[in-house]
């Protein structure tokens, strides 16, 4: 039977893809090489390891949101699940290499999406956790079927610059802030009653009145 080995051997971030997206190079290794493999219907959970890196005090600011403050991570700080993907390793014997594509959100309602925006440098860590069904020869040529064990997974060290390079070529200058349709439409009330061009400058209007409200 099959034993499957995976590995992360890169990542790249596709340039002209319709949304963003990163393409993480897969590694596949039989370790006995012998069996010839049909095809892998191959399932991936992806957890970011929060817990393997170190972080500045800038980085710490940033991260208060979803680990509260620093005194406290000995408690808080955790790995958290990113996403889920998916690929069907096309037949091989021995070993390959497959593209595992992974779209990505700007969106700072989701958790991993904070996470990402608050590194300034280094390396973003990932553990890759892999799951699915082989589809392999016998020695009679007879098709064979078998799960993959649970315990095969992936370490990864996404360099932050990637994600980076990709969100601002995507979103050049900006930022996505979803809103509650109740706040968008006194937003909106608000910028049609004072003839404010853009929606920079309606919450510029507003960020004075803010600041002098916050307790120092």
């Known amino acids: 039977m099959p034993d499957l080995h995976f590995q992360i051997d890169g990542v790249v971030a596709p340039p002209f893809a319709a949304a ?6 897969l590694h596949v290794t039989d370790a006995d090489g012998a069996v010839p493999i ?4 191959l399932r991936c959970q992806i957890q970011i390891a929060a817990t393997r890196r170190r972080y500045n005090s800038q980085e710490q600011e940033r991260l208060l949101d979803l680990f509260g403050e620093p005194e406290r991570w000995s408690q808080t700080l ?6 889920h993907a998916s690929v ?3 037949p091989f014997a021995g070993s390959t290499v497959v593209e595992l594509n992974v779209p990505c959100t700007f969106d700072f309602n989701v958790a991993a999406t904070k996470y990402f925006y608050a590194l300034e440098e280094g390396e973003l860590p990932l553990l890759f956790l892999f799951s699915g069904t082989i589809f392999y020869a016998a020695e009679d040529g007879a098709l064979q079927i078998a799960q993959i064990a649970w315990e095969k997974e992936a370490p990864f060290r996404l360099p932050v610059p990637i994600w980076q390079q990709m969100m601002d070529s995507y979103y050049p200058n900006n930022a ?9 439409e006194r937003l909106y009330q608000y910028k049609r009653q004072r003839g404010l061009p853009t929606w920079e400058q309606v919450l ?6 803010v600041a002098q409200e916050v307790p120092t």
Do not use: G, Q, Y
């Open 38 to 41: 049909h095809s892998v219907v």
């Open 176 to 184: 996505w802030l979803p809103l509650r349709k109740d706040v968008f």
């Open 20 to 25: 963003p997206l990163l393409a993480f190079k």
């Open 88 to 90: 069907v390793v096309p």
């Open 78 to 83: 955790r790995s958290m699940l990113w996403t």
């Open 204 to 209: 510029e209007s507003l960020l004075p009145t």
